[in-house]
Nanobody, 120 residues
Framework: VQLVESGGGLVQAGGSLRLSCAVSGSIFSLNAMGWYRQAPGKQRELVATITSGGNSTNYADSVKGRFTISRDNAKNTMYLQMNSLKPEDTAVYYC??????????????WGQGTLVTVSE
């Protein structure tokens, strides 16, 4: 199983970016997914999560109203639309997925991360 994030980059404050997380491999079911971030010198923190069907989402207070998490199960892909970006959003963004494989083993997987840098 592989999770690959994309869409990070450098943006000015107030701008927008859309992150993607594509999941591939031996997947029986793709369950809850989420975005996390880790800023320099800080611990990794939750940004947003989404249930398997996409009908329930959860956001960190710091991103509510600015970020939107979504997923396309037909493409095994999750997204994070980030608007009104602030310098404090600068971090490496990681996706996480809970996946059950064809051996009926369920575990969580992490992507390698994508860097988002927001300038003043």
């Amino acid at each position: 199983v592989q999770l690959v994030e994309s869409g990070g980059g450098l943006v000015q404050a107030g701008g927008s970016l859309r992150l993607s997380c594509a999941v591939s491999g031996s997947i029986f079911s793709l369950n809850a997914m989420g975005w996390y971030r880790q800023a320099p010198g800080k611990q990794r923190e939750l940004v947003a999560t989404i249930t398997s069907g996409g009908n329930s989402t959860n956001y960190a207070d710091s991103v509510k109203g600015r970020f939107t998490i979504s997923r396309d199960n037909a493409k095994n892909t999750m997204y994070l639309q980030m608007n009104s970006l602030k310098p404090e959003d600068t971090a490496v963004y990681y996706c996480k997925a809970v996946i059950r494989d064809y051996r009926n083993v369920q575990r969580q997987y992490w992507g390698q991360g994508t860097l988002v840098t927001v300038s003043e």
